[in-house]
């Protein structure tokens, strides 16, 4: 069968890779110590870092490696978990509040190392603009700053009126702000190449074009597609939005929702005297967030809207234009090159799901929108936990990770209702 699997042709990160050789599909059955399905940021670091320790690891990616969110997203890395520190305090305490956020940052000296060490190639950046977007915000997000600073000790953040807002980003459309020096943006797919590259060179086994149809193999942990089969003593779970039917009880707590992105035509983005000056990553305080950054060929990446279904909009180069316009209305004539859209996984209270489901069975996903650091590390999380040591697991397992109301079936509908208020109070 000939394997027809690639990146979306619509994509700007897809145009700006060199064509990775293809990982030959699974042919036939084999052992391994860990079987991964999934070869997005979570499979490609979990296999990274366990075949780094000598295991024996085979991965199984349904498409291309980073054919899902990871060669798809914002390429936004943001500091801290997905809910701020108010929100981690009020429900769990200030120790907990501060042990998430150390992990969070552990999470971006992770990735960094991992670039580096790897010399992976990814127009990493650093600088990213919270922009805010309700003048009755600014006073509780300059709080929120001085919060940062003070206690939680991380000295990179500074709070931003809206005359340096205007001046970072190019844009009149935000009351003030503040800047994360601390985080960054990055070209994700170029990211996922150079992570299946080390994972490969460590040993890794990855197989592209390999969708695995069940799970387990006579009580065994396995991974099973239409032409192989991988036994092996553990299996990781990492197929995020894209787990479709293969695992009810993770499938009821994570909840598949798509988000969309284009590129411009180059106008000059990123230097000086364009939008986005210095270069810096931006998103917005909407709860429907509006999120952006300079490619370094000068064009502007903007991410904005959601939809709930498989289904694309129609036109999604108009569906994410729209968002565009109402921060940028003076590119109103400016070309759009490249949209896209991919599907990511959020949770019910938006913390990562990352959980040893049963002996032998581990999964990692649901971050939220915040996956460009913290899904590799969940990779790491695992590959930890396989070896013997779950502290970090244990740190985000703790947490009861609900199920969606309505099952796997009616959650979608019941979360777009819920999301159209929450669009609707964006606008209020
Ligand atoms: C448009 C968009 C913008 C985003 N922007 C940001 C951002 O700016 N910053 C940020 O932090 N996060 C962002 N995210 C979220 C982030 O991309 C994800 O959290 C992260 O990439 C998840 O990585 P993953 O490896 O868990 O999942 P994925 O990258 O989705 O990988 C899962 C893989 O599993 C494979 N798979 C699924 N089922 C099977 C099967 N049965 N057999 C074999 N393989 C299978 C899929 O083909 C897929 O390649 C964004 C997401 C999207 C979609």
Not at 92 to 116: S, V, Y
Not at 208 to 225: K, Q, R
Not at 380 to 406: S, T
Request: one cysteine or more.
């Amino acid at each position: 069968m000939t394997d027809t699997s690639s990146y979306p042709a619509t994509s700007w990160y897809a145009a700006t890779v060199d064509p990775p050789p293809r990982f030959a599909a699974l042919d036939g059955d084999t052992t391994a110590d860990v079987a991964i399905l999934g070869g997005g940021f979570t499979g490609l670091s979990a296999a990274l870092y366990l075949a780094e320790a000598g295991r024996d690891v085979v991965l199984l990616e349904a498409e291309r490696v980073g054919w899902g969110a990871s060669g798809r997203n914002g390429g936004q890395l943001h500091s801290g978990q997905r809910r701020d520190v108010d929100w981690l305090e009020a429900r769990f305490g200030l120790d907990e509040a501060k042990r998430l956020w150390t992990l969070a940052e552990e999470a971006k000296t992770a990735l960094h190392d991992i670039i580096k060490r790897h010399e992976i190639a990814c127009d990493y950046r650093a600088g990213l603009i919270h922009a805010v977007h309700k003048q009755r915000f600014l006073a509780e997000e300059a709080a929120y700053v001085d919060k940062l600073r003070v206690r939680y000790d991380y000295p990179h953040v500074e709070t931003l009126d809206r005359d340096a807002v205007e001046a970072a980003l190019g844009t009149d459309a935000y009351h003030g702000g503040w800047r994360d020096r601390g985080a960054g943006h990055l070209h994700p797919l170029k990211l996922a190449l150079g992570m299946a590259r080390a994972a490969a060179a460590a040993g890794a086994r990855l197989h592209e074009a390999s969708p695995v149809v069940a799970l387990g193999d006579d009580g065994h942990p396995a991974l099973v597609t239409r032409k192989g089969r991988v036994r092996a003593e553990t299996v990781v779970l990492a197929g995020n939005g894209y787990l479709d039917g293969l695992m009810p009880d993770v499938e009821a707590r994570v909840m598949p929702i798509n988000n969309y992105v284009l590129t411009t035509e180059p106008i000059g983005a990123g230097r000086t005297g364009g939008l986005l000056a210095a270069g810096e990553a931006a998103s917005d305080s909407r709860f429907v967030v509006h999120y952006w950054r300079p490619t370094p060929d000068g064009r502007l990446l903007f991410g904005g809207g959601e939809t709930f279904s498989r289904r694309d909009p129609r036109d999604v180069k108009a569906f994410v234009r729209r968002h565009m316009l109402t921060i940028y209305p003076q590119l109103a004539d400016a070309r759009i090159d490249y949209a896209w859209g991919g599907t990511l996984a959020i949770t019910r209270h938006r913390l990562p799901y990352i959980r040893k489901l049963a002996s032998g069975v581990y999964a990692a996903c649901g971050y939220s929108g915040h996956g460009v650091g913290t899904a590799p590390f969940a990779g790491r999380v695992l590959a930890e936990a396989i070896n013997g040591n779950p502290a970090r697991l244990d740190a985000f397992a703790q947490f009861p990770c609900p199920a969606f109301p309505g099952g796997r079936w009616l959650r979608a509908p019941t979360l777009a209702a819920a999301m159209t208020w929450y669009a609707l109070r964006d606008r209020l």
